[in-house]
């Protein structure tokens, strides 16, 4: 049976261990932490061991769960790929482009998979309406969250805008063509909010808001495409569809006549869906996807390229962001 270790058990990776705690097509053999208290605690917890040497889990692992801070991903991630550990890396991928393409290379000459955690492409509410999505010619987000320390040590684009980055890549199938951006220093020297406008070969745009100060949290996406609009409120775990009606072309011309018996509503058809209840939460279907891509000998469903790729946007816009770096 596949056995996997949990590497970095703080404020997330604590969750990864109870998820491969109670999963039953894998062997959790156990965590390493730099903390070795918070280690015993977890370890202790589930039942497992806390390694006190990376390199001794490494060992007797077959695959590696990376839930620590961004600037040690290429150092844990890389011993591990070299002993032949299959790897799942929390967002971003690595610091820099650099490193995630030395990952994959290594990766690839070894045949072993590797992960990163975007998670939102396993949100149940995206999932339940991504065959709804064809060709998105315009995509707005908003991704608002209270201040925290964590993720604090890299600015708001790399901690919070690159999930919508991520998943803009997976919806629009086109390169890049421009990247406008600004962003703005106001609790760290860092960036704590920012925007990015995307413009695609294909025509398609994309106007993406991060920000790690707002007074509440908000994470929404808006697809506009031909016949229709779709509208994903991550936060309330709903969606709202609205497409053309089949009887627009005999309302229309009353609407713009001005004929008092119809109104705009009468043009569409409206439909809400919500996310099931009692569902499998994204983080397990996340991981779950890890542990049978590599069961299966399948490619995983946001691979280290899809990591590298959001990962190079992301560095792009803070490229254009550090060009004109706004400090209050």
Same mark, same amino acid.
């Not at 949990?6 to 097509?25: C, D, P, Q, T, W």
């Not at 939102?120 to 060709?135: G, K, L, Q, S």
């Not at 993720?151 to 919508?164: A, E, F, Q, T, Y």
């Not at 790690?212 to 994903?232: G, H, L, P, T, W």
């Given at each position: ?13 604590? =969750?990864? %261990? ?6 039953? &097509? ?19 917890? /589930?039942?497992?061991?806390? #390694?006190?040497? #990376?390199? /001794? ?34 967002? *971003? ?20 998979? +590797? ?10 509410? !995206? ?7 064809? &060709? ?25 805008? $690159? ?8 919806? +629009?199938?086109? *390169? ?9 220093? $106001?609790?760290?020297?860092?960036? @704590?909010?920012? =925007? ?8 398609? !745009? ?22 229709? /609009? +779709? %509208?994903?409120?991550?936060? &309330? ?11 627009? /072309?005999? !309302?229309? *011309?009353?609407?713009? %006549? ?36 590599? &069961?299966?000998?399948?490619? *995983?469903?946001?691979?280290? =390229? ?7 946007? %992301?560095?792009?816009?803070? @490229? ?9």
């Amino acid at each position: 049976m596949l056995k996997v270790g949990v590497v970095g058990v703080g404020h997330l990776g604590k =969750h990864h %261990a109870r998820i491969f705690s109670g999963m039953e &097509n894998c062997e959790f053999i156990g965590v390493y932490d730099k903390v070795k208290e918070r280690a015993k605690e977890i370890a202790d917890l /589930y039942h497992v061991r806390a #390694y006190d040497d #990376y390199e /001794y889990m490494l060992n007797d692992a077959d695959a590696v769960d990376i839930a620590a801070t961004t600037t040690y991903h290429y150092d844990l991630a890389k011993p591990a790929l070299e002993k032949g550990c299959h790897v799942f890396l929390e967002k *971003p991928i690595t610091s820099t482009n650099e490193q995630a393409e030395k990952l994959l290379q290594i990766a690839e000459e070894k045949k072993l998979k +590797i992960q990163v955690g975007h998670i939102e492409r396993f949100n149940p509410v !995206i999932m339940e309406v991504a065959h709804e999505i064809h &060709n998105p010619m315009f995509i707005e987000t908003h991704r608002l969250a209270p201040f925290t320390h964590r993720g604090s040590d890299v600015p708001v684009v790399l901690d919070l805008m $690159i999930h919508d980055i991520d998943l803009i890549m997976s919806f +629009i199938d086109s *390169p890049i063509k421009e990247i406008r951006a600004k962003g703005v220093g $106001i609790l760290t020297p860092s960036i @704590d909010i920012a =925007h990015a406008r995307l413009e695609f070969e294909n025509g398609a !745009i994309a106007n993406v808001t991060a920000s790690r100060i707002s007074m509440q949290r908000e994470r929404k996406i808006r697809f506009f495409q031909k016949d229709a /609009y +779709i %509208a994903v409120d991550f936060q &309330n775990k709903k969606v709202q569809i609205l497409k053309k009606s089949p009887k627009i /072309y005999t !309302i229309l *011309p009353l609407l713009l %006549a001005g004929s008092p018996d119809v109104s705009l509503e009468d043009c569409v058809d409206m439909q809400e869906i919500k996310a099931p209840e009692g569902g499998k939460d994204a983080l397990t279907l996340e991981l779950e996807a890890f542990v049978n891509a590599i &069961n299966n000998q399948t490619k *995983p469903i946001v691979d280290g =390229h899809d990591g590298k790729r959001a990962l190079e946007v %992301a560095l792009q816009i803070m @490229d254009i962001i550090n060009k004109e770096k706004i400090t209050l």
